[in-house]
């Protein structure tokens, strides 16, 4: 059920630009960033990189990082060791889970400076640790993340990694929001008419 490209309903030159950079860059294993306003279709763009990339056949794990405190959400990244705080089991955490797929960290930019840099070794040396334990992991997901922020003026006044977002930026797509595209309204009306048998 995941979204492909052709999914995508454009006739902006940029949009359709974008298309085909994702058909282009689909297969490489480099790290993905999107970024554009709320609304403009992200995590649409998300799953047409996974759904054309090589890892298709893989999970497609999404996880919003505003939506959990600091210290969720680095367990649920990294897994859990049993004992390792109170309560702690093993589990398996998203970068594991989408061993053979993508990961998909939506709104990037409101993950705590601590965890960025976490993120940032498990990018570079593509493997990590469950939190509170010593085993190795090897890193086999595809990294994608998006935010509604303008990541290097966050990074040039020091409120976001910029070590990071140059690491995540490896691939960085821009969607311009509805208001930049006209032409785009009509299609979008008739495709919204059609799903709802005729009406809005």
């Not at 990082?65 to 390792?84: D, H, N, V, W």
């Amino acid at each position: 059920g995941l979204f492909r490209l052709e999914d995508i309903i454009t006739r902006n030159p940029e949009m359709l630009a974008l298309k085909d950079t994702v058909q282009r860059v689909a297969a490489n294993p480099s790290p993905v960033l999107i970024w554009g306003e709320t609304g403009t279709g992200k995590e649409l763009f998300a799953q047409a990189l996974h759904s054309h990339s090589t890892r298709s056949k893989g999970p497609f794990i999404s996880q919003n990082c505003a939506a959990i405190p600091t210290t969720l959400l680095e367990s649920t990244l990294f897994g859990t060791t049993r004992g390792s705080y109170t309560g702690a089991e093993n589990r398996k955490g998203l970068l594991k889970q989408a061993d053979g797929g993508t990961l998909f960290l939506d709104e990037i930019s409101e993950m705590d400076i601590g965890l960025q840099a976490k993120l940032l070794r498990v990018l570079e040396s593509r493997e990590f640790e469950r939190v509170g334990g010593r085993e190795i992991i090897p890193l086999r997901a595809g990294i994608i993340a998006s935010t509604n922020q303008n990541l290097l003026a966050m990074s040039e006044r020091r409120a976001f990694r910029a070590d990071l977002y140059y690491r995540l930026s490896a691939i960085e797509l821009y969607l311009p929001p509805l208001r930049a595209r006209p032409e785009d309204i009509p299609m979008l009306i008739d495709h919204l008419c059609a799903q709802k048998g005729g009406r809005l």
